[in-house]
């Protein structure tokens, strides 16, 4: 009932040959906060190091923490504890999207839960690592559209450095969820730019229960 986390390699980004062994697995420490498992690796590679966030069950409430773990390579990883912790404002705490602005700052999206929704919650730093200081969340539901109850983190498309792309995930309050975009500035801090419509949609569900 536990996730681990596997690295595997590919010659055409589709096929990969995985690892028979995880490279981060759930923690033997009744203590640790990833005793219940090892989920949603964000990989980053900067400055001959490889800094890997991920989120950290912990087993006794099934909480959600944004960990990190940091090597020469995906095979020797040390984990380095906890990267960004809930808040009385922000809980369970999870899915990281590290990016690295122009002006040489960090920003990391996670997802937080807030009132029995999923939030996008933003922190700035100076370096790969934080420390991060937590800013107003960056993008919000939507009265009366297909993200209006749940929002979430995905992948950052960086291809045009001044409007940064990101692939978020949004559902209705009874979790339809639905893939969409929005567009950052430079800095990665105000959003310029939103879907109206999803980019992906589910085919509809016989039994929504």
Not at 110 to 139: C, Q, V
Not at 147 to 175: C, E, I, Q
Request: with cysteine; glycine share 8%.
């Amino acid at each position: 009932g536990t996730g681990s986390i596997y690295f595997g390699i590919s010659e055409d980004g589709i096929h990969f040959t995985m690892d028979a062994e995880p490279v981060l697995a759930p923690s033997s420490d009744p203590e640790a906060l990833d005793t219940g498992g090892c989920e949603d690796p964000t990989v980053m590679h900067h400055d001959g190091e490889y800094v890997v966030y991920y989120t950290g069950v912990e087993r006794t409430h099934r909480h959600g923490v944004l960990l990190y773990a940091t090597g020469p390579d995906m095979h020797h990883l040390t984990k380095q504890g906890i990267a960004h912790d809930s808040s009385n404002k922000e809980g369970n705490v999870k899915e990281a999207t590290i990016t690295h602005t122009p002006e040489d700052k960090w920003r990391l999206f996670y997802e937080f839960a807030h009132n029995n929704a999923s939030r996008i919650g933003l922190a700035l730093g100076d370096s790969i690592k934080g420390p991060w200081r937590e800013r107003e969340t960056p993008i919000d539901p939507r009265k009366d559209k297909w993200d209006n109850w749940h929002l979430s983190t995905g992948p950052m498309l960086r291809s045009d450095p001044d409007r940064p792309v990101m692939f978020y995930n949004g559902a209705t309050k009874d979790a339809r969820w639905r893939i969409g975009w929005a567009v950052f500035d430079i800095d990665c801090q105000t959003l310029l730019d939103r879907c109206i419509q999803p980019l992906i949609t589910p085919p509809p569900s016989k039994d929504r229960t």
